[in-house]
Nanobody
Framework: VQLQASGGGLVQPGGSLRISCTASGFRLDSYAIGWFRQAPGKEREMISCNPADGTEYYEFSVRGRFTISRDGAKNAVYLEMNSLKPEDTAVYFC???????????????WGKGTQVTVSS
């Protein structure tokens, strides 16, 4: 059972980036998927949660700029990030939970983080 996040990189302010989260060993469609990030010197925070029923939640600082989507055929989840700002610089993690909401200490599976750096 494994989750893997990928697609991070360096992008200029105002730019866009899509990061992916793929699963092996279990089906993502039965899980709520959370995207978390941890900026240097800060605690990890949840920025988006997408329960299996299709609802979506976005933390205020990313609302309107970030969008989560799923691809059942690829067993993958994506986070499309637009209008990126330097303060979005962080290590981004995807995580899955079978029951409940996307809370850091209850997630069932975590992917390794992928670095996103927003800088000119």
């Amino acid at each position: 059972v494994q989750l893997q996040a990928s697609g991070g990189g360096l992008v200029q302010p105002g730019g866009s980036l899509r990061i992916s989260c793929t699963a092996s060993g279990f089906r993502l469609d039965s899980y709520a998927i959370g995207w978390f990030r941890q900026a240097p010197g800060k605690e990890r925070e949840m920025i988006s949660c997408n329960p299996a029923d299709g609802t979506e939640y976005y933390e205020f600082s990313v609302r309107g700029r970030f969008t989560i989507s799923r691809d059942g055929a690829k067993n993958a989840v994506y986070l499309e990030m637009n209008s990126l700002k330097p303060e979005d610089t962080a290590v981004y993690f995807c995580a899955a939970v079978r029951y409940g909401w996307c809370v850091d200490n209850v997630m069932d599976y975590w992917g390794k983080g992928t670095q996103v750096t927003v800088s000119s």
